[in-house]
């Protein structure tokens, strides 16, 4: 029985390590990032992994820091035959690399060399791509640089979030990885070394790609928010005070108008011009210090006093 050390910490993760039970695979161990504090009221949470792990009765290690740890030298020590990675949110060091009889396989949610890096989903989607995957890969010292061993392709809706698309990339993924192991462990996969000179970088998502930039085409905004939800939500500022915008639709917009400028409160939403000429409709928003909510209540209550003309941004 091939022997694998699991490492992963998100949803996206989860489903991959209940896979490797279900199919047989000797778990010896489950690593995963530090329970962090969640929410307005900082509560201790475990990750998805470490749930699932616990419920599957595998012993779990959480280093803070995965290189120099104690945990590392333990994982090295149960000389498991493959280490498999799902999001697991650290570098893993030459030593482990080289440890595994198998190596060290990465489940990456893009088609490599494209979207390397930490957020490759959520780019995507900002980047209004349409088509995305998963690979399979060799991990490598260099970040995703390693290479190829299988990869399926995943369509992007028009108006698919990052949340719905995280769901359907795990899925993918799974199956994916559910489909190449017996060939990896057989030694009969194929092994592609990537082409370098096409790799595009997809860091972790930065406050400043958060901000509502008016004067982009209306269309990039809407994929912006798209892609920016249900985490981190992308926002701009109305009199003055933070807001986030949960929710748009493409819509036309009104000839003259200027970007960032409120051309409609009709119809249960809020029609922002972009700065193409064409606009979006806000949906649902979170006004600084209050819950999520419709347009529509919005303007009802907290926003009952916007009029056309104003100014987002």
């Known amino acids: ?41 900082k509560i201790l949470t475990p ?9 599957l009765g595998l012993p779990v290690l959480q280093p803070e820091k995965l290189k120099g740890s104690p945990e590392l030298e333990k994982i090295i020590s149960l000389k498991p035959d493959l280490v498999v990675t799902a999001a697991y949110g650290q570098i893993l060091p030459k030593d482990l690399l080289d440890a595994p009889v198998l190596g060290c396989l990465n489940v990456h949610a893009s088609l490599l060399p494209e979207y390397r890096g930490g957020a490759p ?15 399979i890969m060799y991990m490598a010292e260099k970040l995703d640089a390693g290479d190829i061993i299988s990869q399926v392709r995943v369509p992007i809706g028009g108006n698919e979030d990052t949340g719905e ?39 972790n998502i930065t406050r400043e790609q958060e901000k509502i930039d008016w004067n982009r085409p209306a269309a990039a905004i809407h994929n912006q928010i798209r892609g920016l939800r249900p985490w981190p939500g992308a926002f701009t500022e109305y009199e003055g005070k933070t807001m986030k915008v949960w929710r748009s639709e493409p819509a036309a917009g009104r000839e003259g108008a200027a970007p960032g400028e409120v051309i409609s409160i009709k119809g ?46």
């Open 1 to 41: 029985m091939t022997s694998i050390v699991f490492m992963g910490t998100p949803d996206f993760s989860a489903p991959v390590l209940r896979m490797l039970r279900e199919e047989g695979y000797d778990v010896l161990a489950v690593v995963t990032q530090p329970d962090r504090p969640v929410g307005r009221k």
């Open 47 to 55: 990750p998805p992994v470490k749930e699932a792990a616990l419920e």
């Open 121 to 135: 989903i959520h780019q995507a989607v900002i980047d209004g791509r349409t088509e995305t995957g998963v690979t």
């Open 165 to 203: 698309l995280f769901g359907k990339l795990s899925e993918a993924g799974t199956a994916l990885l559910k489909e190449t192991l017996p060939a990896v462990i057989a030694g009969t996969n194929d092994r592609i070394p990537q082409d370098h000179s096409k790799a595009t970088f997809a860091g």
């Open 268 to 313: 249960g939403a809020v029609t922002v011009q972009g700065g193409d000429g064409a606009a979006i409709r806000i949906t649902e928003l979170q006004p600084s210090g209050k819950k999520r909510m419709d347009a529509a209540g919005f303007l009802n209550g907290a926003g009952a006093s916007m009029a056309e003309g104003d100014l987002f941004g």
